[in-house]
């Protein structure tokens, strides 16, 4: 009996022993990829003066174009559905 006492104790170390590593490596990998990001924002800053004011209007007007796309679809598919 004593034995199957100490595989538990032991199986429960071995479960927390592993969850910390795992828990250490996600708080690791966390910080990295935030200092990744600092840098990549300090040394390649993201300059949207460079987009021209008609390609700006291109793009604002594409979006509106796919939101009236998926609403025409929604629409049909609801009218077709009863």
Do not use: H, W
């Amino acid at each position: 009996m004593a034995d199957e006492v100490n595989y538990v104790v032991e199986a429960f170390k071995f479960m927390l022993l592993g969850m910390g590593v795992v828990f250490l490596f996600l708080i690791i990998l966390v910080k990295v990829v935030e200092i990744q990001a600092k840098l990549i924002a300090k040394y390649f800053p993201e300059d949207t003066s460079k987009i021209p004011a008609a390609k700006a209007g291109k793009i604002a007007d594409e979006e509106q174009q796919k939101v009236a796309a998926i609403i025409a679809a929604v629409t049909e598919f609801r009218n077709n559905k009863s």
